[in-house]
């Protein structure tokens, strides 16, 4: 049983880039649209992917959730939207920051960037920045759009608006290309998104996913469910020697054998690959309780 949990625990950590590569184009699958200059605007636009993928990319499948989430608190017919909390809530308490892992297009973008050769810098020193994405959620997601009105009674998206690398990436820069009128249209915002987008990308090829650890209010919101989520990461204490190669390989800066299930914990599972005992491992369920031997209740990953 032991061995069939660390053995998907770990084929699941090396399936992670295909992983992703399925959920970006699943989140984009009108690639045609990037050649014709226009929106996918169907039925599936009205629900929500889970990962940071922008509603006005051409080949976007559905919606943003933080960008729908503003548009309804934003608007002057509500004033809060039950049903985009309520669905990342159920996605927090199911997987928890394992969305941001596995599932978000724009993280996967990130850690392309940190592959082209240069100089890597480590982000533990700058660990206090990481609470300016609870911040940003709170601001920019929830208050801005809701108190900042018009005489309308309209709020904008400021973080949509404002704030997010991904919608110019994947809206304006390939929309600007190929249609005549939003050429026509971009200004200074455009290029105030654009040096935005230049400093994520800059600051991507020497820090491991800056933007999912310093201000994005998705991965917020998930990291605030990791410690309950059904999906959890165990350190069994029996067979951990303390030799330090988990918290090493762990890009995100956790030590997962002191807070196994941190908020900053995206549960990419390299912690899995590099532990030579074999004691970290996905499981599912409820507790999260470190597994020493096989006394948890919980059912494991691949127990099944």
Not at 125 to 145: D, H, Q, S, T
Not at 244 to 258: E, F, I, L
Request: charged fraction near 15%.
């Amino acid at each position: 049983m032991v061995e069939r949990r660390d053995g998907v625990s770990r084929l699941l950590a090396r399936a992670r880039g295909w992983i992703q590569a399925a959920a970006t184009l699943l989140s984009n699958v009108h690639l045609a649209n990037f050649f014709k200059g226009t929106i996918y605007q169907g039925p599936l636009k009205t629900v929500c992917v889970p990962g940071l993928n922008c509603y006005s990319c051409p080949a976007a499948t559905a919606s943003c959730p933080i960008g729908a989430f503003q548009a309804a608190v934003g608007s002057s017919a509500f004033r809060f939207s039950y049903y985009i909390t309520g669905f990342l809530i159920l996605l927090g308490v199911l997987l928890g920051r394992f969305l941001c892992g596995f599932l978000c297009p724009f993280g996967w973008f990130q850690e392309w960037l940190h592959k082209i050769p240069s100089r890597k810098f480590s982000g533990k020193r700058l660990r206090p920045l990481r609470w300016l994405k609870y911040i940003v959620l709170l601001l920019a997601v929830v208050f801005l759009p809701m108190l900042a009105v018009d005489e309308l009674g309209m709020g904008e998206p400021w973080f949509c608006k404002y704030l997010c690398p991904q919608g110019i990436l994947q809206g304006a820069i390939p929309m600007a290309l190929t249609n005549a009128g939003v050429r026509a249209a971009l200004g200074p915002l455009f290029t105030w998104k654009a040096v935005l987008l230049g400093l994520t990308v800059l600051l991507s090829v020497v820090f491991y996913r800056p933007f999912c650890k310093w201000l994005c209010p998705l991965g917020a919101f998930y990291g605030l469910f990791n410690r309950i989520s059904l999906l959890q990461m165990q350190v069994d204490k029996s067979r951990c020697v303390a030799c330090g190669q988990c918290a090493a390989a762990c890009k995100m800066d956790v030590d997962v054998t002191r807070h196994a299930n941190h908020s900053e914990c995206i549960r990419c599972g390299m912690c899995v690959r590099a532990c030579p005992q074999k004691a970290i491992c996905y499981t599912w369920g409820f507790g999260g309780k470190p597994a020493e031997g096989e006394t948890s209740k919980e059912t494991n990953l691949g127990s099944a």
